[in-house]
């Protein structure tokens, strides 16, 4: 059972400060605004001159609410990733920073039930390898927990229900070409190990012995794959999952696992849940079967329940990007369906965070939708509100920081700009942006900024990245 994420989590201190403290601390408001909006416009000028993209860029202080840096700020753009902050911060708004996803085992008359609501990280291998423990550790104190109320058999099936029935496990935006790869794996109320199996092969130079993560009997493996002289393989399960076919070659040596996306995330967890029942010795005499919401008035035993912090789930999103553990954000905090989860974090936010209209559209909850519109200002705007809030630590502890971890483990390296930015990432292609906060050497944040570049040239992302950075380093200069 995760921990109480305000036991886990360091808090920020509340930002306070009159105007005359900050005018003794720091150049007036106006001079160091000035400044700052010269330079990230000369630096933007440059960068749009030789890539031809287009950039807005907004940075607010958050001691005054006043705006420093305001280039486009105000038209809407694609913020692939980035849309992550504005679905974290709609679940903040819509649960607190104290929320748990639950996922519980009910008896049910002869069926075992198993009732789930969106939790991306059951069976997440990051968050059990940082806990100690295997990515089985829930399914085996589940089957305990069936043991002691069935017995050694289970007459009835192994029934798996969700709050309500997606129309797809896929967002409809999300390329069909790219649904093999593991950022566009499928997201359901039911899901298992991201929702993915990971794939490696041993060292043996005789023969290929593929190893899938987590162990599914109810998966049938044809292995193809030969001993060559390079790693080129492939894995492709059919339809239903029943059938996990790998081709190509791998070498002697063996290789780095892969993670290949299911198609049918309940399933997974149905057939792994199954596969530790039996090493329980606990035997399944009906199905495994997916049904529909149970009725509330329909009686049932509780068993075990397992629950995730919205800390950890949010650090999942945003430190690595988990496109799926965003989505389940989204899901969760909306009715359960994209447009309509869509149209309440949107509603939401205009709400909470006073973002004015025609400033941000939302499709999905990851970013991997073109359709995604925000404005640097409208992501800014949450940005600043969510630092307001009490629990905003869930998020703020949640970004990739510069210099450390993440997605900015490799950015912003040297000593004066280490930690002082924490942010989040976006890439699809043609757009690369990245908003956060500039903090100072305590970590307290000082300023909400946003940078977004569309129309990027294709292989050109890393020109970007450094506009982005050259402009975070100017901000911290200016704290100085």
């Not at 202080?61 to 809407?76: F, K, Q, W, Y």
């Not at 550790?137 to 099936?157: P, S």
């Not at 950890?312 to 954000?329: G, P, Q, T, W």
């Amino acid at each position: 059972m995760a921990a109480n994420p305000a036991a886990r989590h360091r808090r920020w201190p509340v930002i306070a400060c009159c105007a005359a403290l900050a005018f003794c601390v720091c150049p007036p408001a106006a001079t160091r605004a000035d400044t700052l909006q010269e330079k990230a416009a000369a630096l933007v000028r440059e960068y749009e001159r030789s890539s031809k993209a287009i950039v807005g860029v907004s940075a607010v202080d958050l001691a005054s609410r006043r705006m420093i840096i305001g280039i486009r700020a105000e038209t809407p753009r694609i913020p692939a990733s980035n849309q992550k902050l504005l679905t974290g911060a709609f679940i903040l708004a819509r649960y607190g920073g104290g929320y748990e996803f639950k996922t519980a085992c009910y008896r049910r008359g002869d069926d075992l039930v198993v009732v789930g609501a969106y939790d991306p990280a059951l069976g997440d291998p990051k968050l059990a390898e940082e806990d100690g423990d295997g990515v089985y550790a829930d399914l085996d104190a589940w089957a305990k927990a069936a043991k002691r109320a069935f017995g050694d058999r289970i007459a009835g099936d192994l029934v798996l229900s969700p709050p309500a029935n997606l129309e797809s496990y896929r967002h409809p935006d999300w390329p069909t070409n790219q649904h093999h790869r593991a950022y566009a794996a499928p997201v359901a109320a039911l899901n298992f190990h991201n929702n993915c199996i990971d794939v490696s092969f041993g060292a043996d130079p005789a023969r290929t012995r593929p190893k899938l993560v987590p162990g599914v009997e109810g998966i049938r493996v044809v292995n193809r794959v030969k001993i060559g002289k390079q790693n080129l393989w492939s894995l492709r399960l059919s339809e239903g999952d029943a059938v996990a076919t790998l081709r190509g070659t791998v070498t002697a040596k063996g290789t780095w696992p892969l993670s290949v996306p299911v198609n049918d995330p309940p399933m997974l967890l149905g057939r792994v849940f199954a596969d530790r029942l039996a090493k329980a010795d606990v035997a399944l005499g009906g199905a495994l079967r997916v049904m529909g919401p149970i009725p509330a008035s329909a009686a049932m035993t509780p068993l075990a329940e397992s629950r995730t912090s919205l800390a950890d789930v949010m650090r999942r999103a945003l430190k690595r990007s988990l496109n799926m553990a965003a989505e389940c954000m989204l899901l969760r905090a909306g009715d359960g369906t994209w447009g309509g989860s869509a149209a309440v974090l949107e509603g939401s936010l205009a709400r909470t965070f006073e973002v004015a209209a025609g400033q941000m559209s939302a499709a999905d909850g990851s970013g991997l939708s073109r359709r995604n519109r925000a404005s640097p200002a409208a992501i800014v705007k949450v940005l600043v509100g969510v630092a307001a809030r009490e629990d905003r630590d869930v998020l703020l502890d949640a970004l990739p920081v510069s210099g450390v971890d993440g997605t900015l483990a490799r950015r912003m390296t040297k000593a004066n700009y280490r930690r002082r930015v924490r942010a989040k990432t976006g890439y699809i292609l043609g757009v690369c942006c990245l908003s956060g906060y500039v903090v100072d050497g305590s970590g307290v944040p000082k300023v909400a900024f946003s940078v977004m570049a569309n129309e990027v040239p294709a292989g050109k992302a890393w020109v970007a990245k450094k506009l982005q950075d050259a402009i975070c380093r100017a901000i911290v200069d200016s704290l100085e």
